[in-house]
C-alpha cells in the first residue's frame, strides 16, 4: 500500500500563492506517477497537474496552466504543487494521489491511492 499526506493549504487572497506537499510512504516504488486533483463544492474532481516520478513528463489542465507548477522531490518521495495568482475559483479540496500505471494521469479514474485532502480557499 501507498500512504499519501498532503500539507500546506490554508486561506489566501486572490493573487496571492500557496504551496502544497504531499509525502509519499510505504510501497511508493510501485507508483508511476502522481497528480494532485481538487474537487470545489458542488463539482466533480478535476486532475489539475500530474508528473512522472522518472522523466520530464508533466500534465496540467487548462485552467491552471502558467498559474500552477508540479515539481518532486524524488529522494523525499515528495511531491509539490506551486499555486501562484490565484483564483476564488480555485477554492477547492486539493488532494494528492498516485497511480500505478501511465495509462491516464489526466483523468480522476486513473488514480489508485489517494490523501486525505486539504483545504484551499481563495478570498476575493
Known amino acids: 500500500q501507498v500512504q499519501l499526506v498532503e500539507s500546506g493549504g490554508g486561506l489566501v487572497q486572490a493573487g496571492g500563492s500557496l504551496r502544497l506537499s504531499c509525502a509519499a510512504s510505504?510501497?511508493?516504488?510501485?507508483?508511476?506517477?502522481m497528480g494532485w486533483i481538487r474537487q470545489a463544492p458542488g463539482k466533480e474532481r478535476e486532475v489539475v497537474a500530474a508528473?512522472?516520478?522518472?522523466?520530464?513528463?508533466?500534465y496540467y489542465a487548462d485552467s491552471v496552466k502558467g498559474r500552477f507548477t508540479i515539481s518532486r522531490d524524488n529522494a523525499k518521495n515528495t511531491v509539490y504543487l506551486q499555486m501562484n495568482s490565484l483564483k476564488p475559483e480555485d477554492t477547492a479540496v486539493y488532494y494528492c494521489?498516485?497511480?500505478?500505471?501511465?495509462?491516464?494521469?489526466?483523468?480522476?479514474?486513473?488514480?489508485?491511492?489517494w490523501g486525505q485532502g486539504t483545504q484551499v480557499t481563495v478570498s476575493s
Open positions: 508528473i512522472r516520478w522518472s522523466g520530464s513528463s508533466t
Open positions: 510505504g510501497r511508493t516504488e510501485i507508483t508511476y506517477a
Open positions: 494521489a498516485a497511480t500505478r500505471t501511465l495509462v491516464s494521469t489526466s483523468t480522476v479514474q486513473g488514480y489508485d491511492y
